[in-house]
């Protein structure tokens, strides 16, 4: 994946990480980024304190975090081109099919990596691509499948995960 990432940069792209993590939980995720040599961008995770009623954010589904984290990234880059990278194990293609839908001008593709056993069906993403088109979106299960897609050259594009 960060062979994917890093190629994508050189075509121009930025990254914001988005993910459903609690913030608690930054220096593993920033070690691993640095490790396997993903490059930099923002980090969006949710916010949860152990002493107050945040606790219980931490056991509500992804789009409880995702969506308002993703909203102002696109109120604040109004320009971008974005392709969304996310993966099965939570509600990234349902929520990434709904900005697709609500965003087909900014949202030029969608990737999924499949990694919930059972949960990865042709009726699942079917479901959750509902009226984006095919080639808009793709469900792979190994990362060397993102070594085919290039952005094109300079293009200001972002990435979620």
């Known amino acids: 994946m960060a062979d994917a990432y890093r190629g994508w940069a050189e075509s121009g792209a930025a990254f914001h990480n988005v993910s459903s993590s609690p ?16 490059l930099p961008g923002s980090v969006h995770l949710k ?6 009623r945040t606790i219980f954010d931490l056991f509500a589904g992804s789009e409880a975090h995702k969506i308002p984290a993703i909203e102002p990234l696109l109120d604040a880059y109004p320009r971008r081109r974005i392709v969304m990278v996310g993966d ?7 929520i990434y099919g709904a900005f697709t839908r609500r965003f087909p001008d900014r949202i ?5 990596r499949a990694v919930s056993p059972g949960g ?8 959750a691509f509902d009226g984006v088109p095919e080639h808009r979106w793709t469900a792979f299960d190994d990362p060397q499948a993102l070594a085919d897609i290039r ?3 300079n293009a200001p594009s972002a990435t979620a995960r």
């Open 47 to 52: 916010t949860v304190h152990l002493r107050d």
């Open 151 to 153: 952005l094109a050259p």
């Open 108 to 112: 030029v593709h969608v990737l999924v």
């Open 88 to 94: 099965t194990g939570e509600s990234d293609p349902e």
């Open 120 to 127: 990865d069906t042709a009726e699942r993403y079917h479901a």
């Open 23 to 38: 913030w608690q939980l930054y220096p593993a995720l920033w070690y691993f980024l640095e490790a396997e040599v993903f």
